[in-house]
């Protein structure tokens, strides 16, 4: 069980030093190790799914590394979604890469945060938050605020704990796992329910809670577009401001950081992980047909566009009483593929 979770938690955040099962203060005792670990793999999974959705349509697709899948024993080949693992391609330290690790702890943030709220983790309870003085009183604060400040340290126990050292690798890895975690909580939002006589609002509870994960993952592919390269100068990732004058990021800012370059992604090159833009399928029902071509041509290939047709349903209508009845409409759409010239 400790290597299986020793790899399992390896396999959601690429690192290869240490083991877990940090001996850090958890208001929770070891027998709840299990149970969190079950979400942690649970939130790596989501991350990916989001990930992959996210870029669907560009040309790095969030595409994972197999090869090292090979190397290792079945029970973790069996259990890996999509076969994370550590690989040439995935040591390079890009904004892929940190994309990747932002996206993976937000999501295994996001996970355990909403499994305490569901009151799946004994111990977790919903968060207290104060009131900003200044604000108006015709509210309070009721029902269960979502704890994400359990959330996060559960995540950094489990993941953060496994980057030791102080060199340019830990402190990327470490800074773009702390940028996942921030966007998640900057994604708390207020929602409130009215009491008060028959539907009056004279009175109103409310309680912060986590929107759909959706969400974050669109807020950290805008941040992935200003990523910032950066230098480990001094013990510190350090970003050019001008041309010389550097200053350190903080995690505050929400930047991403990347130290090396991405490796052009349009061919095919299996030791960096990526399957190249040739023979790529791009779907105009999901984004414009003219997107889908400056896909193929901004790699230098030809497109291929062709008309296909989907059932959809359509014309609905209520029916008294309580159902929706709708016919079957055909809808074309646009089909493009990426060819060589
Ligand atoms: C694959 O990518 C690496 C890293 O960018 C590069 O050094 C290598 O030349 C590439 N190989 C091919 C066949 O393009
Ligand atoms: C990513 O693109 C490659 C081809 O470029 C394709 O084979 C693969 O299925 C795509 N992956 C996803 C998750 O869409």
Not at 118 to 129: E, L, N, Q, R, S
Not at 166 to 186: I, P, S, W, Y
Not at 271 to 293: F, N, Q, Y
Request: with cysteine.
């Amino acid at each position: 069980m400790k290597l299986a979770a020793a790899i399992m938690v390896l396999a959601v955040v690429c690192v290869n030093r240490g083991l877990s099962r940090s001996k850090s203060a958890s208001i929770l005792g070891q027998e709840a190790y299990p149970l969190l670990l079950s979400f942690v793999k649970a939130g790596g999974r989501l991350g990916l799914q989001e990930c992959q959705r996210q870029f669907k349509n560009d040309i790095w697709n969030c595409t994972l590394d197999k090869h090292v899948i090979k190397e290792l024993p079945i029970f973790v080949k069996t259990t890996l979604p999509y076969g994370l693992t550590c690989s040439d391609y995935f040591t390079a330290a890009t904004r892929e890469t940190a994309f990747i690790h932002a996206i993976s702890s937000a999501a295994i943030t996001h996970e355990i945060t909403q499994q305490c709220k569901k009151g799946k983790i004994p111990g977790c309870t919903c968060a207290v938050i104060k009131k900003p003085k200044r604000a108006s009183d015709d509210w309070t604060w009721g029902g269960c605020s979502d704890n994400v400040k359990f959330g996060e340290r559960e995540t950094k126990r489990f993941i953060d704990k496994l980057e030791k050292g102080n060199d340019a690798r830990t402190a990327f890895n470490l800074h773009n796992n702390e940028v996942g975690r921030k966007v998640v909580r900057a994604n708390l939002r207020r929602e409130c329910k009215c009491h008060g006589l028959s539907g009056s609002c004279t009175l109103k509870s409310c309680w912060k809670q986590l929107g759909a994960f959706e969400n974050v993952g669109s807020d950290l592919k805008k941040i992935y577009g200003a990523a910032a390269r950066v230098k480990f100068v001094e013990n510190k990732l350090q970003e050019r401001i001008t041309r010389d004058l550097r200053r350190a990021v903080s995690a505050k800012d929400k930047k991403l950081v990347y130290l090396d370059s991405s490796p052009n992604y349009c061919v095919r090159n299996s030791t960096v992980g990526s399957p190249g833009m040739l023979g790529r399928i791009c779907r105009g029902d999901e984004v414009s047909t003219d997107k889908c071509k400056s896909l193929c041509n901004a790699c230098g290939l030809r497109h291929q566009t062709i008309q296909e047709v989907k059932t959809i349903k359509c014309k609905c209508k209520f029916v008294w009483c309580c159902s929706v009845q709708c016919d079957e409409c055909t809808s074309k759409f646009s089909v493009t593929t990426c060819k060589r010239y």
